[in-house]
Nanobody, 124 residues
């Protein structure tokens, strides 16, 4: 059982920045990583993903140019740097990981391991 713990969320004003972190408690194997977010009353949507190698990254259109996903293999940690935050970015952000490196990285069903979420609130 791989445990993922997100951190770095908080309350920021529109235009501000946050860096979310996701640390995996168990480091065996290789993983693709993803970030998803869920606002109240809405589905959990894909935000960003990165391959284990770091050679492939994916972003939902609404965050392209504002978000950067990265990972530190040695620390088994993935990051999501978010800039120019907008009120519509407000959501509970979840980190996810999968050992299936061939699974589509933008799909919730591809991921086996999930964190508890970290809240991002952007005031207007």
């Amino acid at each position: 059982q791989v445990q993922l713990v997100e951190s770095g969320g908080g309350l920021v004003q529109a235009g501000g920045s946050l860096r979310l972190s996701c640390a995996a408690g168990r480091t065996s194997g290789t993983y693709n990583w993803g970030w998803f977010r869920q606002a109240p009353g809405k589905e959990r949507d894909f935000v960003a993903a990165i391959s284990w190698s770091g050679g492939r990254t994916y972003y939902v259109d609404s965050v392209k140019g504002r978000a950067t996903i990265s990972r530190d293999i040695a620390r088994n940690t993935v990051y999501l740097q978010m800039n120019s935050l907008k009120p519509e970015d407000t959501a509970l952000y979840y980190c996810a990981a999968t050992r299936n490196l061939n699974a589509p990285m933008n799909l919730r069903t591809s991921y086996t391991y999930w964190g508890q979420g970290t809240q991002v609130t952007v005031s207007s």
